[in-house]
C-alpha cells in the first residue's frame, strides 16, 4: 500500500473527467490536481511548446511527491508518446488504455476519434489501434472549437453553439457509421449529451480521462499501490490563472458539494 497522493494534470478542466472517475473507482486516494489554466489550450501549439509545457506540470505535481502521474490530457499523452522523459515518478498517458476499450466495443471494426489537431496529427490513437487490430477503420477529426466550449461553460445539449459545431464535426463520422467514438480529448466528455443526441443512441462514446481512471486503478492494485485510509480521500486543485473562475468550472462539472481545495500555483510560466 501506498498512501502518497495521485498526481493528474491537464491543460484545464478537462482533466477533471479523470479525477472525477478516479474518486467514483477509488474513493480513498488523496488526489493532487494541476489545471494549466493560463496556457489553455495546449492542441493548437507546436510538439515543442507543448513537451515544454507538460515537463513544467510534471515537474510541480512531483514537488508533491505523489505516487503516480496520470497525464489526463490527450493532446500530452499523444505529443509526449515518443518523448524519452526521465521522471522520478510512473507517468501514464491516455492512449493505451483508451484505444483498449474502443477495440472491445466496437462491433463493425469502425472507430472514430475526436481530438484536438495536436493529438489528430500525431495520429496516436490510430497507430495503437492498428498495432492491435490492423482490420479496424479509424477516421479520426480535429475539434479545435470544442475546448473553448468546455472552458467557458457551453455544454448543455440546448446550447446552439454547442450543437452547431458538434454537428459541423460529427458529420463525417456519421456518414462512416463509425459505431464507437473515442473522445480523445478529456474536455469532450463534458459534451457527451450533445455528442450523443447528435451521433444517436447506438454509438458507444469511450471517455479517454474515464479510460485512464480505471487503467490507474489496475495497475495500483497489480502493484499494491493503493492507499491504506478508511475515510474519504482530499482533493487539491491547482490551477494556473484565476481561482474564482477555476472554482466556476470545478462546481459546474464535479458538483457543489465536492470538498476540494482550490489554489493558485506558479510554474515559473514563459508562454
Ligand atoms: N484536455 C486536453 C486534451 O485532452 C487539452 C485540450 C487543449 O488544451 O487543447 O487534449
Known amino acids: 500500500m501506498n498512501n502518497a497522493a495521485i498526481g493528474v494534470f491537464d491543460s484545464g478542466v478537462g482533466g477533471l473527467t479523470c479525477v472525477e472517475e478516479i474518486m467514483k473507482l477509488m474513493p480513498h486516494e488523496n488526489i493532487v490536481y494541476l489545471g494549466d489554466t493560463a496556457r489553455v489550450p495546449y492542441g493548437t501549439r507546436s510538439k515543442e511548446t507543448i513537451i515544454r509545457y507538460a515537463k513544467q506540470d510534471i515537474a510541480f505535481l512531483e514537488q508533491h511527491?505523489?505516487?503516480?502521474?496520470?497525464?489526463?490530457?490527450?493532446t500530452v499523452s499523444s505529443v509526449l508518446a515518443n518523448v524519452e522523459h526521465n521522471n522520478k515518478t510512473e507517468v501514464s498517458g491516455v492512449v493505451q488504455?483508451?484505444?483498449h476499450a474502443a477495440c472491445a466495443a466496437t462491433r463493425n471494426n469502425r472507430i472514430g476519434i475526436i481530438a484536438t489537431g495536436a493529438t489528430i496529427k500525431s495520429g496516436s490513437y490510430g497507430k495503437v489501434i492498428r498495432g492491435i487490430s490492423p482490420d479496424i477503420k479509424v477516421i479520426g477529426k480535429a475539434c479545435p472549437m470544442f475546448v473553448p466550449l468546455v472552458e467557458?461553460?457551453?455544454t448543455s445539449p440546448d446550447c446552439p453553439p454547442a450543437v452547431f459545431f458538434a454537428e459541423e464535426y460529427?458529420?463525417?463520422?456519421?456518414?462512416?457509421r463509425v459505431d464507437t467514438l473515442i473522445l480523445g480529448c478529456t474536455h469532450y466528455p463534458h459534451l457527451s449529451e450533445v455528442i450523443s443526441q447528435v451521433m444517436g443512441e447506438g454509438v458507444k462514446l469511450i471517455s479517454s480521462g474515464a479510460e485512464l481512471a480505471k487503467y490507474a486503478l489496475k495497475t495500483m492494485t497489480y502493484n499494491d499501490q493503493l492507499a491504506e485510509r478508511k475515510e474519504q480521500g482530499s482533493l487539491e486543485l491547482y490551477c494556473t490563472d484565476s481561482e474564482e473562475l477555476f472554482a466556476e468550472n470545478v462546481e459546474k462539472f464535479l458538483g457543489k458539494n465536492i470538498n476540494a481545495k482550490i489554489s493558485k500555483c506558479n510554474l515559473n510560466l514563459v508562454i
Open 65 to 74: 511527491n505523489v505516487k503516480m502521474i496520470l497525464v489526463a490530457c490527450g
Open 97 to 99: 488504455p483508451t484505444v
Open 152 to 154: 467557458n461553460g457551453y
Open 170 to 176: 460529427l458529420e463525417c463520422m456519421k456518414s462512416e
